[in-house]
């Protein structure tokens, strides 16, 4: 009679979808867990890593956060090139302040219609004093309530769409704005916005560059901190494979491990760089006293710190990605 053959080895239960997908998520529950635990099994170590990533995702933060303080400081806005047209003072006689704001407003409403205007906005000749005396400080009110007569005009302010052909078009559009009655004279600065243009624009490529270098090295340092684990749980993962584990099962709590340290890395990376502009915000004061003035300190968005924080995140899944696909595929039992 002809033996039947046995079959060697173990075999897996015939499971639904669901059971799957409950296995799949307790796995991965456990090996969360069980990675962020192993953490802090070396505290010095981790927090030396940690220290590493936060100061390298940091740089390119606060680089980022100087550039945009910078941008409007100098008056430099994403939005575009600003010019400001002054009006006529009132030559009706018997015309009331309200009557020529409204024809003001009227007229910005048709500059708002000329090709290239992006926005517009009236200034009326109250509101530029006001700005004044805010620019100036307490010491010039004064001089200013000395004056017989409020000697600012009132404007219009107008924002030129960036584009490829920037100076031509704010030429043009100074062109028709100087042609209108209302209209005294045209004043912007093309010169110094384009300059100004190419600086921020120079800064945020050198940002660029030390994001990718930064990212680069963080990836680094936490494929070494990946790979010195692997190392010290070489004979756990020899062990598993004998008794069926993948490469994919076995390098899942590796994964794990290099997010907890990309994320952990980025929300010190946060608090560092928010302890910052709280200091610089702190320092900051004083030099406002001196020159009787406002700076507003732009700080880091929510929705910049989330991107900060999932980039991070993702940096050291791909750094353990990169690792345990080189690593643990070589560890096979004998």
């Known amino acids: 009679m002809r033996d039947t053959p046995l079959k060697q080895g173990a075999t897996s239960p015939m499971l639904s979808w669901r059971d799957q997908l409950r296995v799949w998520r307790d796995s ?29 995702i940091a740089l390119p933060t606060l680089l980022h956060l100087g550039v945009k303080n910078v941008s409007s400081w100098v008056s430099y806005s994403d939005s575009g090139l600003e010019m400001t047209a002054y009006l006529h003072m009132p030559t009706v006689p018997g015309q009331s302040i309200t009557d ?9 409403l048709r500059v708002a ?41 009132a404007a219009i302010r107008v924002v030129v769409g960036q584009g490829p052909e920037l100076a031509s078009i704010a030429n043009a559009l100074a062109q028709q704005i100087e042609v209108l009655p209302e209209v005294e004279s045209v004043r912007f600065n093309l010169e110094w916005f384009q300059k100004a243009q190419a600086i921020v624009q120079l800064v945020l490529r050198i940002n660029l560059a030390a994001s990718v270098l930064l990212g680069m090295g963080v990836v680094l340092v ?19 494979k004998l008794v069926g584990a993948t490469n994919a099962y076995a390098r899942r709590p590796f994964l794990y491990l290099g997010v907890w340290l990309g994320a952990t890395g980025a929300a010190m990376a946060l608090i560092i760089s928010f302890a910052c502009m709280y200091a610089l915000t702190y320092y900051i004061k004083p030099l406002e006293a001196a020159y009787s003035t406002n700076i507003s300190i732009q700080r880091l968005s929510a929705d ?13 899944w791909v750094g353990s990605w990169v690792i345990c696909s080189n690593q643990i595929s070589k560890l096979e039992p004998e």
């Open 28 to 56: 991965h529950r456990l090996f969360a867990k069980q990675s962020f635990d192993r953490l802090w099994e070396k505290p010095l170590a981790t927090l030396v890593t940690l220290t590493m990533l936060a100061i390298a």
């Open 222 to 240: 936490i494929g070494n901190t990946v790979r010195v684990s692997i190392a010290s749980r070489r004979e756990e993962i020899l062990v598993a």
């Open 304 to 316: 910049t710190a989330l991107v900060i924080f999932l980039a991070s995140a993702g940096l050291g």
């Open 100 to 108: 020529f704001n409204s024809e003001g407003q009227a007229l910005a």
């Open 113 to 153: 219609q000329l090709s290239g205007v992006k926005q517009v906005e009236f200034i009326s000749a109250e509101d530029a004093l006001l700005r004044l005396e805010a620019i100036a400080g307490a010491g010039s009110i004064d001089i200013i309530d000395s004056l017989p007569a409020n000697p600012l005009p």
